[in-house]
């Protein structure tokens, strides 16, 4: 499965992005998918994610009430909506994807077995 992320840019403190993970040719069926972020110097973190089927929702707490993650698994596509940016956001952020997730491994980036490109987000303060 190829992931193609895109959406990320240079935004101020407060405002919003719309990120997008594309699967090329494939749909997310039976799918989690998930969105991971790296700043330099720290490790990578999880995110959001996105399962299905029943389109189960998860989040990290440092983003909870912030980000919306949504998607339409027949298109194989995801979206992440990020509101009232913090610079604290920065960072690249990439997308994942594993077909029959389970639950308690939804968070770990390493239960994820494709890996779109990153993009960066950029919140100036």
């Known amino acids: 499965v190829q992931l193609q992320a895109s959406g990320g840019g240079l935004v101020q403190a407060g405002g919003s992005l719309r990120l997008s993970c594309a699967a090329s040719g494939r749909t997310f069926t039976n799918y989690a998918v998930g969105w991971f972020r790296q700043a330099p110097g720290k490790e990578r973190e999880f995110v959001t994610a996105?399962?299905?089927?029943?389109?189960?929702?998860y989040y990290g707490d440092s983003v909870k009430g912030r980000f919306t993650i949504s998607g339409d698994r027949a298109k194989g596509t995801v979206y992440l909506q990020m509101n009232n940016l913090k610079p604290e956001d920065t960072a690249v952020y990439y997308c994942?994807?594993?077909?029959?997730?389970?639950?308690?491994?939804?968070?770990?980036?390493?239960?994820?077995?494709?890996w779109g490109q990153g993009t960066q987000v950029t919140v100036s303060s």
């Open positions: 996105i399962r299905w089927p029943g389109a189960t929702t």
């Open positions: 994942a994807a594993r077909q029959g997730m389970i639950t308690s491994a939804i968070r770990t980036s390493s239960h994820y077995n494709y």
